[in-house]
C-alpha cells in the first residue's frame, strides 16, 4: 500500500526513535536533532520538489525521509545515516509499505550525511539541501556562551535563515549572521564541506546552488 506521512507522524515507535536519537546527542553536546528539526528538513524537502513540479507522490516520500533521517544517531552518531536506512526498512516493513518506496527512502536517509553522502536521485538531493539548510540559533542548547565550541557559536549565529529557489535557475541559501558572535571565516570552517554538498544536491535537480551572507554572495 501507499504509506503517508500521517501515517508515519502517528507511529509511536518511530516518535519513541527520534526522541532517543535527540537525547544522545545531547549527552553529546550536539545541537537540536529532535522534532523542530526533522520536521523543518520534512517542510523544506516537499518546498524543493513541489516547487520544482516533482510528482505527488515523490514529495510525500521525502517527506517521510526527512522525518526519519535521523533516527539513527540512536545506536551512534557514526555512520547514523546507514543506520537509520536501515531502521527505516524495518519499520516501514512493519507498516506494510511498498518495496519501490523503501528502497526510495532508504536511498535518501543513507546518503544524507555529508560524510559519506551523494545526491544520487531528486528524493536524495532535496534531503541533503534541506538538512544542512537548517541552521539557526534556535538549535544551539548550550546556555553557557563562554563554554560554546565552534559548533554552538556558528549556529548561534545565525539569526536568521532562509531558503529560496527560483525554478530553472538556482536554488539560495540566505543567511544573517551576528559577526559579534561568529565570524564569516569561522562559519566556513565548519560548513564549507556542507555547502560543496549542497552545491552537488541543486545540480541533480537541475540548479546552481547560491549561499548568501548578511546580504553579500559567498557561493
Request: charged fraction near 25%.
Amino acid at each position: 500500500m501507499h504509506i503517508t506521512f500521517e501515517q508515519v507522524l502517528a507511529n509511536e515507535e518511530i516518535h519513541t526513535y527520534i526522541e532517543q536519537s535527540d537525547a544522545v546527542l545531547l549527552s553529546m553536546g550536539y545541537t537540536e536533532h529532535s522534532f523542530p528539526h526533522v520536521m523543518r528538513v520534512a517542510e523544506l524537502t516537499h518546498k524543493i520538489l513541489t516547487t520544482l513540479n516533482y510528482p505527488k507522490r515523490d514529495c510525500e516520500l521525502a517527506c517521510i525521509a526527512a522525518y526519519l533521517h535521523d533516527m539513527g544517531n540512536m545506536i551512534n552518531r557514526h555512520n547514523h545515516a546507514q543506520n537509520g536506512a536501515l531502521l527505516a526498512f524495518d519499520l516501514l516493513k512493519q507498516m506494510h509499505a511498498e518495496p519501490n518506496d523503501i528502497a526510495l527512502i532508504m536511498t535518501a536517509i543513507g546518503n544524507h550525511d555529508e560524510g559519506t553522502a551523494f545526491p544520487v536521485d531528486p528524493i536524495t538531493a532535496a534531503l541533503i539541501l534541506a538538512d544542512k539548510s537548517d541552521v539557526r540559533y534556535t538549535r544551539v542548547r548550550n546556555q553557557d556562551f563562554a563554554t560554546f565550541d565552534i559548533h554552538d557559536r556558528v549556529n548561534y549565529a545565525v539569526k536568521r535563515s532562509d531558503l529560496y529557489i527560483e525554478k530553472d535557475s538556482h536554488i539560495e541559501l540566505d543567511l544573517d549572521i551576528d559577526t559579534s558572535v561568529c565570524a564569516v571565516m569561522d562559519y566556513f570552517e565548519i560548513f564549507l564541506e556542507r555547502m560543496m554538498l549542497c552545491r552537488k544536491a541543486a545540480e541533480k535537480l537541475g540548479l546552481a546552488f547560491r549561499l548568501t551572507i548578511n546580504k553579500q554572495p559567498i557561493i
